[in-house]
């Protein structure tokens, strides 16, 4: 059969990237503490396409995702991304993979356990015969507790839940647990979804006793990932959609170290 998407182009344009978006797919995330996890991601795949080329062969993506099939990770998208290139007969590829990622935690007083989630989004881009510039992007809910509130205020202070947004570039192998511990360091309290009376207790005040702008929290963790050497770059965003107020708060910050 004729491979139309081979046939020259004369408008002499390449094409930044071309192939396909949000498809839904399995695959396994490794825990810290050597377990697996099973969930579904949301994959987007692409290839730079050259300028004499009509187009590019969108079902060998998934031919690619099938090869792969049980061992599609965020631990060996350097070789799934260089497979693409092979595949697609092209310099460059790109993944972006984004997926829930589910943790136990225990209460802080009671001890009883429950999962957790975060929102992982992963974006890895290969050029032949370089090295895949991978970023890890993390985004996690937590409490934070007003300052202000708390030193103008009689009693009690307000607080509310935040959303802390990070991505990094990393030199070696930092675990999602490190980065979601960096984060609820940063704030006035983490969110648990299993709480006891004791444990409700316990939360509340500490975060009466740990409160934060979210200047104080994107700060906190600026201090974190600064003195982590694995760590090459960072981007991260607090917003805080404020309980007493009809608008949020945020803070932002990136850095190359």
Known sequence: MKDVQKEYDSRNISIDRVGVRNVNYPIIT???????????????????????????????FIETLEEYRGRVSPHNLEGFTRRLCEKLN????????????????????????????????????????????????LSLSVQTLCPCSKEISQ???????????????????????????????????????????EDEKFITEHAYENPRFVEDVIRELAVRLDSDERITWYSASVESEESIHDHSAFAEIERTK
């Open 30 to 60: 490794l825990y810290h503490d050597g377990g697996t996890q099973s969930t579904i991601a949301r994959i987007s795949m692409s290839v730079m396409l050259p300028r004499e080329y009509r187009g590019t062969h969108m079902s060998r």
């Open 90 to 137: 092209a310099s460059e590829s790109s993944v972006r993979f984004r997926f829930p990622y589910y943790f136990r935690k225990k209460a802080p007083v009671s001890g009883i356990e429950s999962y957790s989630k975060c929102d992982i989004d992963l974006q890895a881009n290969y050029i032949m015969g370089q090295h895949l510039d991978m970023v890890t992007g």
């Open 155 to 197: 009693y009690g202070a307000h607080n509310q839940r935040a959303v802390v947004s990070l991505k990094v570039r990393c030199k070696g192998l930092v675990w999602f647990e490190e980065l979601i511990a960096m984060i609820e360091e940063s704030a006035s309290s983490p969110l648990y979804t299993l709480l006891k009376r």
